[in-house]
C-alpha cells in the first residue's frame, strides 16, 4: 500500500469535477456499519411468516391437496394452494408460465405447491409436513437433448415444438458463399454447463396489507426489478397497480438472479391481504437454488470461414439451451446466444440457429453477461484454434481485424465507440504475452480472449413506447437536492452514480445530493437493474434533469448578477460569472431566487435508447445504444498429474467509455473477473438425473464459489473511449469483463499442456481425462462430440447492410408472409 | 379445502410427521453484547444469530446459509471470529460478543470501516459486517499481515460482488493507519494501471 | 432461514454430571463439543436430539494443551485452531497440526473441537441435505428410509469418513481414552472406527472421548515421521474427497515400519497394509514409492456420494500417496 503520487485529478479530463473520481458510495457508510436495511432485516409489527412447500418431483401432476391439518396447527394463520392464486404471470410477455403456486402440475423439484403463514417461522416450517398432496408422477426430462428427443409428455401446452420452448432462424448473408471463399473452414462444438448468482442475500419479501377500503398493500423485496414485480403483483392479485407500492431493498447481491418476478413475492402479498397481518418471506439457501434463473447449459457449434489473414468470411452458430421448467426470460436468453458474435470481429456473413428446450429442472434466465458467455467462450476458444491453424498469434489476429467503430454489423447492430483494440495492446503488454505465449514450461500457459457486451437492452421487456428510465429531480432551500429514480441499489453503485451525475451537472457536492431510489410510490420508472442499463440510462436521465433544473435557476441567477445566462457557471456549490469567478451566489440562494420566482424548483428527466436499424423478427435482441469491450489474459498452473488448474494471475482491460465513479469501475471489472473465474474452474449446477432430477448440491459448501485462497492476482487497465450515447461518455462494465475469463483460461489451459478442454467448468477430472487421450494418442480434447438434429424453422433472410437490406426481412419471418400473401391469387 | 384430481392418486407416500414443541417457553441469560451489559430472553434452541437478529435488533449480522458453509454471519465470542449461526445463544451466558454495530466509536469509524468505505470493498455491502469483524480480529492479532496472511484469515468468508481484491487493500490500509502511517489508497487500485 | 428444532441444552461442570445428565434423558440425548457438526445436521433434520448435552464446560475435556515430550494427552475440547497453533504440536506433531488447520475454515476451525472431529458424521451427500431434499428422494437408510441410494442393492450405508484429524490419529497409532459411565477405558484408534456409514464409531453412545494420546514425539530411541495430504476443490471450507496420512518409522534410511491410511474413501480412515508391507525394509526411493502408491491405489473405492468424479477421485489416491510418501523422503534428506 503506497501513497497515491497521481490524484485523481490528473487522470480524468479537466472539465470534470467529480465525473472520474473514486469517490466513496453514498451508501458506504450504512454498508460497513450495518446500517443498511436489507429486506431480511425488517421486522414489523405483528409480523407473521411464511414458509414455501415445495414439489418433490420434477415432473408429475397434482391429483390433490389437503391443507386441513396444516391449517389446524396453532399458529397457523393461513394457507394457500395453487387455485388461490389462479393467474399466470412471468417475466416476458411472451411467456406467462408460472404460477404463484402450481396450479396443476409441478415441474421441477423445488416448484412451489402451498404456502403456510404463521406466528413463527419454526411453526411455518412444521405446517409444512401437515400439507397432504398427492401427485400422479410424469415423466421427467433431465437435460436438454432429451427434451428435444421426446415430445411426450409435453411441460408446457405452449412451444414452438414438443418440449422445445423456442426456436431462432437468422440468416444474414449467404453462409455458405463466405465458406466458399475461406482458405481455411473450421468447425467446433463447445458445452458451457449451467451455473448460479449465488448472492450471498438469500432472497426475502415482506409484505403489509391496510384493509379496505383504503386497501394498500406494501412490498418489499430484495429484487432488482420494481417495477416489473409490481406489474406481477397488479396482475396476478387482481389489484389497481395504483394500490401497490413495491420497494426495492438494497440487494445483497443480485447478478441477475433477482430480475424475475417470483411466486414467494407474490405468496407474502396474498397472505397479508388473507390474514390482515404484515408477513415476511426469506428464502433458505436451497429455496435460492430452486429461484435459480441462471446461466442455461448450453450446447454450441461454430463453423468459421477465414482467410489465410484470420479475416472471416462467413460464420454459422447453432446453440442449444437447457431452460428449465418456465420461460423466465429464456426467449431473450436464447436470441442473445446469437447476436453479439458480430460485434467484436467483422463477420460479413452470419447464421444462427438457436433453439431453447424445457426441462425439470429449475428455470434458467439471466445471470451476469446474459445467454452471451456461452457463445462468448465458444467464439473465443474456436478463434484460438484457427489461429494456430493460420500460424498466426491469437492477439494480433484479433487486432488485425476488430469491428470498426461507428459501424453496422451484419445483423444490423449500430456500434458506437469501439476500445478493443487499445484494450487488447494493454494486456498483451502488460502480461508480456509476446515473451511468453507458447514459451513458458509445460504445466504453465497463458491465454488471451476478449469480448463485448451491451449497455443496455435497446428494447423494453413489455412493448410501450415510453421511456427507459425517470429521473424527478427536487432542489431544496437549503441547497441540497434529492434525485428521486426508481433503479435499484444491487451493490454495482448506482445510488452514487446518480448523485455524482447530479453534483457534477449542478457543480454541487456529491454528499449534498440525497437519492431515492427503487419505489413505486416515490419514484419514476426505471425498469430495473439488469441488462447492465442502470449508467447509461439513468445517467442520461439524471442529466436531463439536472440540465433543466440548472436552466430553470439560471435565468434567475443572471438577472440578479446582471450577466448573460450563457456566462453562468454551476461549481463548486456557486453559480458564478465565468468571467470573473468571484461573481456569484452560493447554490442554496440560486434556488430561492428560482423558487420565488417560479415556485418549487423540480424538474425531470427521461432517457428512451435510439432506435435500432434491426427491423426482422428477432431485431430486438442485441440492440444497444452503446457496447463495450474487454480483453483478457490468463496465466494458468496446471498440475499433469492430476489436471487440477490454478490461475494466479488475470490481466483485464475494459473499455468503459468513460469513468464515473472510478472506485466502483474497479470493484465491477474485478467482481466479474471472480465470477468468470469461478464459471470457468469449478461452478455447476448439478442433478442427479436418475435420482428425480433433484439439484445435488443445493447449498454453499458442494456449489463452488471461489474462496480468497482461490482468487488470482488481478491487473486492471481502464480503457475509456466515451461513446456518444453514454452519460459523459459512459459504456457498461458490470458485466462485460466477466465473458472473456472463461476463454482465455481455457486457451491458458491448451498453451500450458496441449489439451483442449471444450467445456466450462475446467474441472480436474476434464484435464485429466484430456491428458489421458493425449497420452494415448487420441484426440487431446475433452468436450462435447455430437449437436442433436434440431426441427430448424425456415430462416428468416435479413441482407446485411452491406448487401443493401433496409433492416428487414425478405424471406421467412414477415417477409415470408408477405410472399406468402404476394403468392395467393 | 380440497382440490380434487381427474386421476386416481397413487399410493400416498407416508408422511413423517417431525413434532416440535410448540411453544418453548423462553431462557434469560446475561452477556455483553458491543460493550454493554444485556439481559435477553428467547426460545432455548435459538442461534447467537437469531438471538442477536430478533431477539437484540442488531441485523448488522447477516446470514447466507445457516450451515457453517459462508461466514457471513460472523461475530466476535470474547474477541474470537466464529459463526453466530452454529453458536447456540443459550452457550452465550457471561460471555462477550461484538458485532459491526458495535465496530465505530461515538460516531467514529473504525479504520477498517473507513477504507472499506474508501475502497469501494463493500459492493451490495452484505457480506461486509463479516469480512470487518474477521479483519478486526486478524489485525488484533498481526498489526502488519502479509497479503498472504490476509488471504487465510479471510478464507472462510465467502464474497460474491468484489473478487476480494478490494477488501484486501482495505485491510492493508486499516493495518498502515492503525500502526499511525499516513496511508492513502495506491492511485492503481482506485484507477487501475496505466 | 434454517432454525434448529426444539430440544433441551444441559451444560454439565464434571464426567459424573454429564453421564447423569445422559442417563437422565435417555438415547435421544447428543453430546456436543463446539457443535459445526451437530447443529448442521440438526438443522436439516439428519439428527433429531430431544436432549442436547455439552462438553465444553467439562474441564477434564480440556486437557493439557501444553506439550511436554513425552506420551501428549490432547484434551478432546481442545479447539482445531489451538491444535493447529501450538507450538509444541507444530514442533512434534506436524502431521496433527498440519490436518487441523486444513479442516474447513479459520472460523469454523476457532469453534471445532478434537473430539467433534474425531467423532464426525459420515458424509454422503444424499444425506447432508435439508429433510424437504431427503424427502423427495424418499430418504435413505441412514436416515428416515431404507435403501442406500450410493449402491441401491448394498445392505450397508457407504458414507464416508471426513475427518481430517482421524486418519493422521490411526497412522500414528494414538490411542483414545474414553470414559462411560462404567468407567474408562483406552482404545486405539485404528480401533475406534468400523466401516460402516451408520455405525461408524465402536464406542457407546453414552462414552465420550476425554483425550487423545499421542505417541513420544520422534526421538533418536524412536525416528518416526509423519505427513498428511488433503485434496479438496477449494482451498478452505471444503471436507478431504481424500486424505492421505503417511506414517514412517526410520532405522537411518530404511524403513523399519509404515502405515498408510486413507480419509475420505471409506466410512472408515482405511489403513492400507499392502502399502505399508511394500515400503517395509526399503528406502523411499522413487521405486518403492509407486509400488506403495499402486498397493494403496488398488482397495481405495470411493463411491459416488461426495464431490468430484469417483474415478478420477480413485486414480487421485495414486498421486497423493507418491506426493505424501515423497514428502517424507524429502524430510528424510533435509534432515540428514
Ligand atoms: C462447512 C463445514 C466444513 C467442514 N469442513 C471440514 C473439514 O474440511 N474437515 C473436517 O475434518 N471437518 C470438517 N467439518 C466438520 C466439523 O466442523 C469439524 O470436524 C469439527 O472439528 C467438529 O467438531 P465439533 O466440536 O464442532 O463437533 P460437534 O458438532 O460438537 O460434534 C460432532 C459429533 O461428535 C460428537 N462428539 C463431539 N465431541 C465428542 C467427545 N468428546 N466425545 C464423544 N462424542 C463427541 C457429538 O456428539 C457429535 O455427534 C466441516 C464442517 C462444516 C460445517
Ligand atoms: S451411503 Fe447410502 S445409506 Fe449412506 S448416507 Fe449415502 S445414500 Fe444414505
Ligand atoms: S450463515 Fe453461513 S456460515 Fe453462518
Ligand atoms: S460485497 Fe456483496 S457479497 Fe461481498
Not at chain 1, 463466405?178 to 458451457?192: I, K, N, T
Not at chain 1, 454450441?300 to 477465414?306: I, L
Amino acid at each position: 500500500m503506497g501513497t497515491s503520487k497521481k490524484t485523481a485529478t490528473e487522470r480524468r479530463p479537466s472539465e470534470l469535477r467529480v465525473v472520474g473520481r473514486a469517490l466513496r458510495k453514498v451508501d458506504a457508510t450504512s454498508k460497513v456499519t450495518g446500517a443498511t436495511r436489507f429486506a431480511d432485516d425488517l421486522f414489523l409489527p405483528r409480523m407473521l411468516y411464511a414458509k414455501l412447500l415445495r414439489s418433490p418431483h420434477p415432473h408429475a401432476r397434482i391429483v390433490s391437496i389437503d391443507p386441513s391439518a396444516a391449517r389446524s396447527l396453532p399458529g397457523v394463520k393461513a394457507v394457500l394452494t395453487g387455485p388461490d392464486l389462479p393467474i399466470p404471470f412471468g417475466i416476458l410477455p411472451v411467456s406467462q408460465d408460472e404460477h404463484a403456486l402450481a396450479l396443476d402440475k409441478v415441474r421441477f423439484v423445488g416448484d412451489p405447491v402451498a404456502a403456510v403463514a404463521a406466528t413463527t417461522e419454526e411453526i411455518a416450517t412444521q405446517a409444512l409436513d401437515l400439507i397432504r398432496v398427492e401427485y400422479e408422477p410424469l415423466r421427467a426430462f433431465p437435460n436438454a437433448i432429451d427434451a428435444v428427443e421426446h415430445a411426450d409428455p409435453a411441460i408446457h401446452d405452449y412451444a414452438d415444438a414438443g418440449n422445445i420452448h423456442k426456436l431462432i432462424d437468422l440468416e444474414f448473408g449467404d453462409v455458405d458463399a463466405g465458406f466458399r471463399d475461406a482458405d481455411l473452414v473450421r468447425e467446433d462444438l463447445f458445452f458451457f454447463e449451467g451455473n448460479t448468482h449465488l448472492p450471498m442475500e438469500q432472497h426475502a419479501a415482506a409484505a403489509d396489507w391496510s384493509p379496505p377500503p383504503g386497501g394498500r398493500l406494501t412490498v418489499w423485496s430484495s429484487t432488482q426489478t420494481p417495477h416489473y414485480v409490481h406489474r406481477a403483483l397488479a396482475k396476478v392479485l387482481e389489484l389497481s397497480p395504483a394500490r401497490i407500492r413495491v420497494i426495492a431493498c438494497p440487494n445483497g447481491g443480485g447478478f441477475g438472479g433477482k430480475s424475475d418476478p417470483f411466486s414467494h413475492e407474490i405468496v407474502v402479498a396474498k397472505l397479508a391481504m388473507v390474514t390482515g397481518r404484515p408477513i415476511k418471506i426469506t428464502l433458505t439457501r436451497e429455496e435460492v437454488f430452486y429461484c435459480h434463473r441462471g446461466r442455461h447449459p448450453t450446447l454450441m457449434w461454430v463453423k468459421t470461414g477465414v482467410k489465410q489473414d484470420g479475416a472471416i468470411t462467413g460464420m454459422h452458430f447453432k446453440s442449444l439451451l437447457d431452460g428449465g421448467g418456465y420461460g423466465s426470460y429464456g426467449v431473450a436468453s436464447t436470441y442473445y446466444t446469437g447476436a453479439l458474435q458480430t460485434v467484436t470481429y467483422p463477420v460479413p456473413r452470419y447464421k444462427f440457429q438457436g433453439a431453447r428446450a424445457f426441462t425439470n429442472k429449475p428455470p434458467c434466465g439471466p445471470k451476469r453477461g446474459h445467454g452471451t458467455p456461452q457463445p462468448r467462450f465458444a467464439l473465443e476458444v474456436h478463434i484460438d484454434k484457427l489461429a494456430e491453424q493460420l500460424r498466426m498469434d491469437p492477439a494480433d489476429l484479433r487486432l488485425k481485424h476488430l469491428v470498426p467503430p461507428h459501424s453496422v454489423t451484419a445483423n444490423w447492430l449500430r456500434i458506437g465507440t469501439m476500445g478493443l483494440g487499445r484494450c487488447i495492446e494493454k494486456v498483451v503488454s502488460g502480461s508480456d504475452w509476446k515473451r511468453r505465449f507458447k514459451q513458458l514450461p509445460h504445466g504453465q500457459g497463458i491465454g488471451l480472449a476478449c469480448s463485448s457486451y451491451i449497455t443496455g437492452a435497446g428494447l423494453p421487456i413489455y412493448w410501450n413506447a415510453m421511456p427507459h428510465s425517470g429521473v424527478q429531480l427536487k432542489c431544496d432551500r437549503g441547497g441540497g437536492v434529492t434525485v428521486f429514480c426508481g433503479s435499484t441499489e444491487i451493490g454495482q453503485g448506482s445510488d452514487s452514480i446518480l448523485a455524482m451525475i447530479v453534483a457534477e451537472v449542478l457543480g454541487l457536492d456529491p454528499a449534498h445530493i440525497a437519492v431515492v431510489t427503487g419505489d413505486t410510490d416515490l419514484t419514476p420508472v426505471d425498469l430495473g437493474s439488469y441488462s447492465s442499463r442502470v449508467t447509461l440510462m439513468t445517467g442520461n436521465a439524471a442529466i436531463q434533469a439536472a440540465e433543466r433544473a440548472r436552466d430553470l435557476i439560471a435565468p434567475h441567477v443572471a438577472r440578479k448578477l446582471e450577466v448573460p445566462e450563457g456566462r453562468l457557471a454551476f461549481a463548486d456549490g456557486r453559480v458564478f460569472d465565468v468571467e470573473q469567478p468571484e461573481h456569484g451566489l452560493g447554490f442554496a440562494e440560486a434556488v430561492h431566487l428560482a423558487e420565488a420566482a417560479e415556485g418549487t424548483v423540480g424538474t425531470v428527466g427521461s432517457y428512451t435508447p435510439p432506435r435500432s436499424p434491426g427491423r426482422y423478427r428477432g431485431a430486438g435482441v442485441g440492440p444497444s445504444p452503446a457496447y463495450s469491450y474487454s480483453a483478457c489474459v490468463a496465466l494458468v498452473d496446471v498440475d499433469p498429474a492430476t489436471g487440477i488448474v490454478r490461475v494466479p494471475k488475470i490481466w483485464i482491460a475494459h473499455d468503459v467509455g468513460r469513468v464515473i465513479n472510478a472506485a466502483s469501475v474497479m470493484g465491477q471489472i474485478e467482481g466479474s473477473v471472480y465470477m468468470g473465474l469461478g464459471e470457468a474452474l469449478m461452478e455447476e449446477m448439478a442433478y442427479r438425473g436418475n435420482r428425480k432430477v433433484v439439484h445435488k448440491i443445493p447449498s454453499l459448501l458442494e456449489y463452488k464459489s471461489p474462496t480468497t485462497l482461490e482468487m488470482c492476482d488481478v491487473v486492471t487497465y481502464v480503457v475509456e473511449d466515451p461513446d456518444p450515447n453514454g452519460p459523459f461518455g459512459a459504456k457498461e462494465c458490470g458485466q462485460g469483463p466477466l465473458l472473456p475469463v472463461p476463454p482465455a483460461v481455457a486457451n491458458a489451459v491448451y498453451d500450458a499442456v496441449g489439451v483442449r478442454i471444450d467445456e466450462v467448468p475446467i474441472t480436474p477430472e476434464k484435464v485429466f481425462k484430456a491428458l489421458r487421450r493425449k497420452e494415448k494418442g487420441e484426440e487431446p480434447r475433452f468436450g462435447p462430440t455430437h449437436f442433436p438434429d434440431i426441427p430448424w424453422p425456415e430462416p428468416t433472410r435479413v441482407p446485411p447492410p452491406w448487401e443493401g437490406g433496409d433492416g428487414g426481412a425478405v424471406e421467412g419471418g414477415k417477409g415470408r408472409q408477405r410472399a406468402a400473401e404476394a403468392a395467393r391469387p | 379445502m380440497r382440490v380434487r384430481a381427474r386421476k386416481l392418486a397413487p399410493a400416498l407416500p407416508l408422511i413423517k410427521i417431525t413434532v416440535i414443541p410448540m411453544h418453548d417457553s423462553k431462557t434469560t441469560i446475561a452477556l455483553e453484547v458491543n460493550e454493554e451489559p444485556v439481559e435477553v430472553a428467547f426460545a432455548p434452541h435459538k442461534t447467537l444469530l437469531e438471538v442477536l437478529r430478533e431477539d437484540l435488533g442488531l441485523t448488522g449480522t447477516k446470514h447466507g446459509c445457516e450451515l457453517g458453509e459462508c461466514g457471513t454471519c460472523t461475530v466476535l465470542l470474547d474477541g474470537t471470529p466464529v459463526l453466530s449461526c452454529l453458536v447456540l445463544g443459550l452457550a452465550c451466558a457471561g460471555r462477550r460478543v461484538k458485532t459491526v454495530e458495535g465496530m465505530a466509536d461515538r460516531g467514529t469509524l473504525h479504520p477498517l470501516q473507513e477504507a472499506f468505505a474508501e475502497l469501494g470493498a463493500a459492493q451490495c455491502g452484505y457480506c461486509t459486517p463479516a469480512f470487518l469483524l474477521a479483519s478486526e480480529a486478524l489485525l488484533a492479532a498481526n498489526a502488519s499481515p502479509s497479503r498472504d496472511v490476509i488471504k487465510d484469515a479471510l478464507a472462510g468468508n465467502l464474497c460474491r460482488c468484489t473478487g476480494y481484491i478490494k477488501i484486501y487493500e482495505a485491510v492493508e490500509l486499516a493495518a498502515a493507519r492503525m500502526r499511525g502511517e499516513d496511508a492513502s489508497p495506491a492511485a492503481e487500485s482506485l484507477y487501475g494501471y496505466e | 432461514m434454517l432454525r434448529l428444532p426444539s430440544f433441551t441444552y444441559r451444560q454439565p461442570r464434571t464426567l459424573n454430571e454429564l453421564f447423569a445428565m445422559k442417563a437422565d434423558a435417555g438415547p435421544d440425548a447428543s453430546y456436543v463439543a463446539g457443535g459445526t457438526d451437530l447443529y448442521p445436521n440438526m438443522k436439516r433434520r439428519q439428527q433429531e436430539p430431544r436432549t442436547v448435552i455439552s462438553l465444553m464446560g467439562i474441564r477434564e475435556l480440556r486437557g493439557t494443551e501444553s506439550g511436554e515430550r513425552g506420551a501428549v494427552p490432547l484434551g478432546a475440547c481442545l479447539t482445531l485452531t489451538a491444535l493447529h497453533t501450538n507450538p509444541h504440536i507444530r514442533e512434534g506433531y506436524s502431521a496433527v497440526a498440519m490436518a487441523a488447520g486444513l479442516v474447513s475454515t479459520p472460523l469454523l476451525r476457532n469453534m471445532g473441537t478434537l473430539g467433534g472431529n474425531l467423532c464426525l458424521d459420515t458424509r454422503c451427500n444424499y444425506y447432508d441435505q435439508t429433510y424437504e431434499w431427503r424427502k423427495a428422494i424418499d430418504f435413505c437408510m441412514k436416515k428416515d428410509g431404507h435403501i442406500c441410494w450410493v449402491a441401491p442393492s448394498s445392505p450397508r450405508c457407504w458414507a464416508v469418513t471426513s475427518s481430517d484429524l482421524a486418519p493422521v490419529m490411526v497412522a500414528l497409532g494414538a490411542d483414545f481414552l474414553l470414559a462411560g459411565p462404567a468407567g474408562e477405558r483406552v482404545v486405539p484408534a485404528a480401533r475406534f472406527y468400523h466401516n460402516d456409514g451408520i455405525n461408524y464409531l465402536t464406542k457407546q453412545p453414552d462414552e465420550v472421548l476425554v483425550e487423545v494420546r499421542l505417541p513420544p514425539a520422534a526421538s533418536p530411541a524412536s525416528d518416526w515421521d509423519a505427513v498428511y495430504h488433503k485434496l479438496r476443490r477449494r482451498g478452505s471450507f471444503d471436507f478431504p474427497v481424500l486424505g492421505v496420512a503417511a506414517w514412517v518409522r526410520w532405522e537411518r534410511s530404511t524403513v523399519a515400519d509404515a502405515r498408510v491410511v486413507l480419509g475420505g474413501v471409506a466410512s472408515h480412515p482405511q489403513e492400507v497394509p499392502e502399502a505399508a508391507a511394500v515400503l517395509r525394509g526399503q528406502t523411499l526411493s522413487t521405486e518403492a514409492i509407486a509400488a506403495a502408491a499402486d498397493a494403496a491405489y488398488r482397495p481405495a473405492k470411493p463411491m459416488d456420494n461426495t464431490d468430484f468424479d469417483l474415478s478420477w477421485r480413485k486414480q487421485m489416491t495414486r498421486v497423493y500417496v507418491t506426493r505424501a510418501l515423497t514428502e517424507l523422503a524429502r524430510r528424510r534428506n533435509t534432515t540428514t
